[in-house]
């Protein structure tokens, strides 16, 4: 369980006058919105940093070195693996559905079906709930299709494994090599 913070301590004493204290209050909560926003940009920067050296420069020093894997003085072993990203783009989705179910694999494709009905349109709802309840009581209503990139990513490796040819750019898929860090483990 964790403990409550204090806030208390972050805002000046202002005695008993109640409405300096929600006025000092709202400061500060506006000044840790402003933390936090900042904060989220220092995650993302810092992310975007990490990306880069794993995907971008240890593969490049990696393979200027004529090495896939090597363990450093410090103990941590850097290997380089292919990795498979995919996520169809938004422009390419029938086309990438399309191939998906024709080549057998559409059962990796999600369905969601949402209803948009007009103002007003309340009984109408109603029946449509009413309908698709009598065909599956535990149904929500809404068609949406997509794929979780995890699941196409593995999907691609899969096939590419076998030798499949498929169509990377209208999956939006791609292979590159990245590199694994990792601290070695003791012999026991």
Same mark, same amino acid.
């Given at each position: 369980?964790? /403990?409550?913070?204090?806030?208390? *301590?972050?805002?000046?004493?202002? @005695?008993?006058?109640?409405?300096? !204290?929600? =006025?000092? *209050?709202? #400061?500060?909560?506006?000044?840790?919105?402003a933390?936090?926003?900042?904060? /989220?940009?220092?995650?993302?920067? +810092?992310?975007?940093?990490?990306? $880069?050296?794993k995907?971008?420069?240890?593969p490049?020093?990696? *393979?200027?070195?004529g090495?896939? /894997?090597?363990?450093? =003085?410090? &103990? #941590?072993?850097?290997?380089?693996?292919?990795?498979?990203?995919?996520?169809?783009?938004?422009?390419? !989705?029938?086309?990438?559905?399309?191939?998906?179910?024709? &080549?057998?694999?559409?059962?990796?494709?999600?369905?969601? #079906?949402?209803?948009?009905?007009?103002?007003?349109?309340? $009984?109408?709802?109603r029946? %449509?709930? $009413?309908?698709?309840?009598?065909?599956?009581?535990s149904?929500?209503?809404?068609?949406? /299709?997509s794929?979780h990139a @995890?699941?196409?990513?593995?999907l691609?490796? $899969?096939? #590419?494994?076998? @030798? =499949?040819? %498929?169509?990377? +750019?209208?999956? @939006?898929?791609?292979?590159?090599?990245?590199?694994?860090?990792t601290?070695?483990?003791k012999?026991?």
């Amino acid at each position: 369980m964790t /403990e409550a913070y204090d806030y208390s *301590t972050d805002i000046a004493p202002v @005695g008993d006058n109640l409405l300096m !204290q929600i =006025a000092a *209050t709202a #400061l500060t909560c506006q000044a840790q919105e402003a933390a936090v926003v900042a904060a /989220e940009a220092a995650l993302d920067t +810092e992310k975007r940093k990490l990306k $880069e050296l794993k995907e971008r420069t240890l593969p490049e020093l990696m *393979t200027a070195a004529g090495q896939k /894997e090597i363990t450093t =003085a410090d &103990n #941590l072993v850097v290997k380089l693996e292919e990795v498979v990203r995919a996520s169809i783009p938004a422009d390419r !989705q029938q086309e990438g559905f399309s191939w998906l179910r024709d &080549n057998g694999h559409g059962g990796v494709i999600k369905n969601q #079906l949402t209803v948009e009905i007009p103002k007003g349109g309340d $009984e109408l709802a109603r029946l %449509i709930v $009413e309908h698709v309840h009598s065909l599956s009581p535990s149904a929500l209503v809404a068609l949406k /299709e997509s794929v979780h990139a @995890g699941t196409l990513a593995s999907l691609v490796r $899969e096939l #590419l494994a076998g @030798g =499949a040819d %498929i169509p990377m +750019e209208v999956l @939006g898929a791609h292979v590159m090599t990245a590199a694994k860090v990792t601290v070695k483990k003791k012999k026991a």
